[in-house]
């Protein structure tokens, strides 16, 4: 099979490298210094005043000090998962692994012991694709879940992936791959029948056939295997396979004419009417994490983090996928708009040039940085692993790659859901984010981030700064550990980009806060009951961890505080402290 994206248009081609926050200077590639002059990005320009009174006052006062045990008995609950808890224990505070993982669960892995399977091997959020079985199947394993979190005291979050309006499509009707041998004559069909037929797939869109012609060529998920159309029947397609390969159940397709994706407008919604019907299942079924599919602008965003809104007091994460040239087009605004972003890589290599991919990946990831948006690198990271147990190395430096550009996260497909060795790919996605993430802090590449200034407002650019020298501080001391105190998450997330050396450890009164804490690089999220009065915060927290043997003498932690204002303490208080156990 030929390259087919290396013949993109050359206006799409400057229009994917080109993801850029703002013209001047360009959120991009290799000056990413900002001088203070980007309005578009909350900068204040030189010699702005601040005006109003923001009713902030700023306590950066350094303590070093004595945290010692008192005589206050220990209340409330500490919800650290056990698998963090373990490790801690274990490895210590540099030990700890920073970048998250996310396991796609399927046929293969559902049972509740193959999903405490996935959670003792580090899984932080369980993927459901919505493309794929019944409502009442995601149903079961939400729930196996949330039993798992409840009684095995896991933290694993729940991610609903929608399938969005794709009309590329097919399915051989069988449970698990296919082979396809080269010269075999396959017949494509909008015809539904139950089960499968010898050499036939089915395709979910009536129309899929219209506008294709005799020569044309048929690819599934971008190159697993390549057909050429021999004969049209009506709205029937008979192909021949020309390069042989492998064909998952609910493969996406693209046709290829003369080397160019053959392009067609058919206009239909991000979200289709099941999407909905799913999205209100996933309400009522409390999952964490809505991944919209097809997102070719941020109004589609929006419009869903509107409608959770209305539906439910908790807080819902509405991530949005990249995997079309359109996205790329708007890159800057559906970033804005989103909760976080999904590297959908396997549908993006179709759309642009597969040499391109990694470059994207790294400006994506970049954006998504400086913009404080969680990001995950999915599809094909382990394929292979789909039937063999180990991985290409190939595959572990594609691996490595993502995490040495800071991503937050690290997704398995098909290894997990459909493979027979999904626990060994998530220990392969383990070890190696673990060695690169060593690799990081020995070569000190924190110096290369220079995140830019998202805030407004005073408060926020005081919230923003504080949270910038706390990570500059803690790298430059050598601190063991980040304490952060935080209601949403906001501060956890700021210290989180700028990637630090410690851990970061969250303390929080708000479940649906700590669960989506669970995607963000560094940051191991603790449910505990936190009052108005900082100090009390601080030193129950403390004595909660040394009761556990989670830290001890000689350890030192720097602490991040943010007190939000109430009858008793009219103004908030904002702190960075270093506090030595002894």
Same mark, same amino acid.
């Given at each position: ?410 997704? !398995? ?6 493979? #027979?060795? &999904?626990?060994? $790919? %998530?220990? *392969?996605? =383990?070890?190696?984010?673990? +060695? ?107 004595? !909660? ?6 830290? #001890?003498? &000689?350890?030192? $932690? %720097?602490? *991040?505080? =943010?007190?939000?204002?109430? +009858? ?15």
């Amino acid at each position: 099979m030929t390259m087919k994206s290396m013949a993109a248009s050359a206006s799409d081609l400057s229009l994917v490298r080109k993801p850029s926050v703002a013209r001047n200077p360009p959120l991009g590639f290799k000056n990413r210094f900002f001088a203070g002059q980007v309005n578009s990005l909350g900068f204040r320009s030189k010699g702005e005043k601040w005006k109003g009174n923001h009713g902030v006052k700023v306590r950066a006062a350094v303590q070093v000090g004595v945290e010692g045990s008192k005589s206050k008995a220990l209340e409330g609950t500490f919800g650290m998962d056990v698998v963090s808890e373990e490790e801690l224990t274990v490895k210590g505070f540099a030990g700890l692994r920073k970048t998250k993982l996310v396991c796609t669960v399927g046929p293969a892995c559902s049972s509740l012991e193959d999903l405490e399977n996935l959670a003792l091997g580090g899984m932080n959020v369980a993927r459901l694709n919505m493309c794929h079985g019944t409502r009442e199947w995601h149903r079961d394993v939400i729930r196996k879940i949330k039993k798992l979190n409840e009684d095995k005291g896991y933290s694993v979050s729940v991610m609903i992936d929608t399938e969005g309006s794709q009309i590329h499509v097919v399915d051989h009707g069988a449970p698990s791959s296919v082979k396809v041998e080269e010269g075999s004559i396959w017949q494509f069909t909008a015809e539904h029948f139950e089960g499968s037929r010898p050499f036939t797939v089915q395709t979910n869109y009536r129309g899929f056939s219209e506008g294709i012609e005799v020569g044309d060529e048929l690819v599934i998920d971008g190159g697993m295997a390549c057909f050429e159309v021999i004969e049209k029947t009506g709205n029937i397609l008979h192909c021949k396979c020309i390069d042989a390969g492998l064909f998952l159940p609910g493969a996406k397709f693209s046709f290829w004419r003369d080397g160019k994706l053959v392009r067609r407008n058919y206009n239909l919604p991000t979200l289709s009417t099941k999407d909905w019907a799913d999205i209100d299942f996933g309400i009522a079924e409390g999952v964490d994490f809505f991944a919209l599919s097809f997102v070719n602008h941020a109004d589609s965003v929006k419009y869903l983090k509107n409608y959770l809104s209305t539906k439910s007091t908790k807080s819902f994460k509405v991530l949005a996928k990249i995997e079309s040239l359109e996205s790329l087009h708007k890159l800057e605004e559906i970033v804005r708009a989103s909760d976080g972003i999904m590297v959908a890589r396997g549908d993006l290599g179709v759309e642009i040039p597969l040499e391109q991919i990694p470059t994207v990946q790294e400006d994506i990831i970049y954006v998504c940085r400086q913009l404080n948006k969680p990001v995950i690198v999915a599809s094909q990271l382990l394929e292979s692993m789909v039937e063999y147990p180990t991985p290409t190395r190939a595959e572990v430096a594609d691996v490595s790659e993502a995490v040495r550009q800071y991503a937050d996260a690290l997704m !398995l497909s098909g290894e997990s859901a459909i493979g #027979s060795y &999904g626990r060994k $790919a %998530l220990d *392969v996605l =383990d070890m190696t984010s673990s +060695r690169m993430e060593s690799w990081s802090r020995v070569e000190n590449r924190q110096s290369l981030l220079n995140p830019h200034q998202l805030g407004v407002s005073l408060p926020e650019c005081i919230t923003e700064q504080i949270c910038n020298c706390a990570v500059e501080m803690a790298n430059n001391l050598g601190v063991d550990a980040i304490f952060v105190y935080t209601k949403h998450g906001y501060m956890a997330s700021l210290l989180s980009r700028n990637r630090p050396n410690p851990p970061i450890f969250a303390f929080t009164n708000d479940e649906s806060t700590r669960m989506a804490l669970n995607l963000q690089w560094g940051v191991i999220p603790l449910l505990v009951d936190l009052s108005d009065d900082a100090e009390s915060n601080i030193s129950k927290s403390v004595q !909660l961890m040394k009761s556990k043997g989670l830290i #001890s003498k &000689g350890d030192v $932690a %720097l602490v *991040v505080s =943010d007190v939000a204002p109430t +009858r008793a303490t009219p103004v908030a208080f904002q702190s960075i402290q270093v506090k030595t156990i002894i």
